[in-house]
Structures are given as C-alpha cells and as structure tokens.
C-alpha cells in the first residue's frame, strides 16, 4: 500500500491530456473560481470550478493524503493514460499532505441517470423504472468497455467500476472516473488486496486472488441496474431467503425476455458475470454478438 506524502510538493510526471500540467496549490488557488460544491466522496470533496479568465469549467479534487492511501497511484495512472472514455487530469499537484487534481468536468455519474429514471406508476404505488432503449444501453455499455479494454491493454484494473465511478461528460460520452483503488498488474500474476463496493465486487476479490476480470464482473452488475433498475447480488451471498429468490429471479431468462432488450442479452450478462475463468475478457465483451447488433443498429456510432 503506498506510504502517504511527505511534507512538501510531489510533482506528477508525465502528465497528458488537453492542457495538462504540474503547478503549485497556490497556483489552483488563484487561477481557479469555485462555483459550486460537488460533493464529498470517501477521501475528500469535489468542486465545480471556472478558470479566470476563460469560461472552460472543471472539477477540482481536494483529498488528503493521510485519509487517501492509494493517491499516489491514481495521480500515476490518470496522469500517463490518455483515453476518451477515461476523465482526463488537468493539473495535479501534492503539498503538506493535501491532494490536488483539476479534472475533466462531466455533468452526471450513470448513477444519477438510472435513479431519474424512476416515475410514478399510472395508478399510484411503487414507481416503476423506464430504462433507457436497447440502442442506449448498448451504447453506454461500448463505451465502459471500450475504457475497460484500454486499461486492461495497459495493464491497469480499475476495482471499482459501478454507476458512481462512470460519469457523462459535456461532450455526451460516458467516462470511467474514480481511480482510487486502480492497480497496474502483471500478466499472468494475480492481485490480492480486498477492494471494491458491494454488489459489483467480484466473488474472487473477496478470496484475494483474482486478476484484471474483476472490472468485467462489475461492469456486468452495473449492465444488469442499467437494464433492470436493480442492484444484483449473487444469491450464495446473501442470507435472507427473499432476497435470494429475488436475486435468482432477477437473472432467470424468462426475466430478460419480458425486458424485451432482444435476443443475447440475458447471454451478455450471464458472460461479465459468471465465475472464472468462464467470464468474458473486456475486449471479447467488446465483440459481444448482442452488443454490436444492438449498436450497429442504432443511428449514429461511437467513435
């Protein structure tokens, strides 16, 4: 686990992307407006900030280092990987144990999409979730795997992949954020540190012991709240017997059909969340006969 910082400024190399630069806090102090409060995630705050003198906006994240173990690993990963389905860094910068990170600003996590989604039934009751078509789903979930691929390729796991951490930029593309738990591993070797958020955490995560499927695993839960507007469990997790018949109910095929998503896509998430080594690498879900049917069908293509 990295050790948290000392004293003093902590440059970060290599820094990519539109504008991307080392600078001073003093400097994103006084170069930067803050608009409005964001929220506060695990280790620190985000804010809606607008650069003097330009009408460009961005997110600037403010952790603290003692609070945040893992800050010099996202700064390394988000600062040397440049993709478009992946939130860009603008600036960085670490003193006296405080983070800085100036980031792409987006305007809604998929989560917030799905929660607005909920409307009143006709005739009163519990509201009823109106998912998105099958062409917009099958988009959305492109896009994840096409940034999930690309880590992979570059040997990097995310760990932490559910509807929180994928966020929609202005530029209408959906966008994987939140690298606090990422990890650069090796082929061939496996990961052994117990991290992630229940649901989407995969079984062997929890053994300590897994490899870079654990992303596939949680983009495949978050593809079933997408379709569904339900968070899935694995039944064997669960101990109410309820919620099992539940969880077992909300995967059966018969289930999928009346979701009417089409032919394959009970199949495509059966393939993200089976246990290994059955489940599907990311760039063969990328190759998912239901996916690019359903996309390819649509009216416009992802670049």
């Not at 966020?167 to 990961?191: I, N, Q």
Request: some cysteine.
């Amino acid at each position: 686990m990295p050790s948290p910082a000392a004293p003093g400024a902590l440059a970060v190399p290599n820094l990519r992307g539109s504008g991307a630069s080392n600078t001073s806090r003093a400097s994103v102090e006084s170069n930067y407006t803050i608009i409005k409060e964001l929220g506060e995630g695990k280790f620190g705050q985000v804010k809606e900030v607008l650069r003097t003198g330009t009408k460009q906006r961005f997110a600037w994240k403010q952790v603290t280092s003692e609070k945040d173990p893992y800050y010099k690993v996202e700064l390394e990963i988000l600062g040397n990987l440049e993709h478009e389905g992946i939130i860009g860094v603008v600036e960085a910068y670490t003193q006296e144990g405080v983070v800085d990170m100036v980031l792409e600003l987006c305007k809604i996590s998929l989560q917030f999409d799905i929660d607005s989604r909920f409307e009143p039934a006709p005739m009163g009751g519990k509201k009823q979730y109106v998912r998105p078509s099958s062409w917009d789903i099958a988009s959305t979930m492109l896009q994840i795997f096409s940034a999930v691929a690309f880590l992979h390729e570059s040997q990097v796991a995310h760990r932490d992949i559910k509807p929180d951490n994928v966020l929609l930029s202005t530029g209408e593309r959906w966008k994987l954020a939140d690298f606090g738990l990422a990890s650069r591993f090796k082929s061939g070797s496996y990961m052994e540190e117990v991290v992630g958020t229940q649901p989407f955490k995969a079984p062997e995560v929890e053994k300590g012991y897994y490899t870079e499927k654990c992303d596939v695993y949680s983009t495949g839960v978050l593809f079933i709240a997408l379709a569904t507007g339900k968070e899935w469990w694995r039944p064997e997790n669960l101990e109410d017997e309820t919620a099992k018949e539940k969880a077992i109910a909300l995967m059966a095929p018969e289930t999928w059909k009346d979701l009417e998503l089409g032919h394959g896509a009970w199949e495509f998430a059966e393939s993200m969340v089976s246990l290994e080594p059955e489940r599907s690498h990311a760039e063969d879900a990328l190759q998912n006969p239901w996916l690019v049917r359903k996309h390819s069908g649509g009216c416009c293509a992802v670049s």
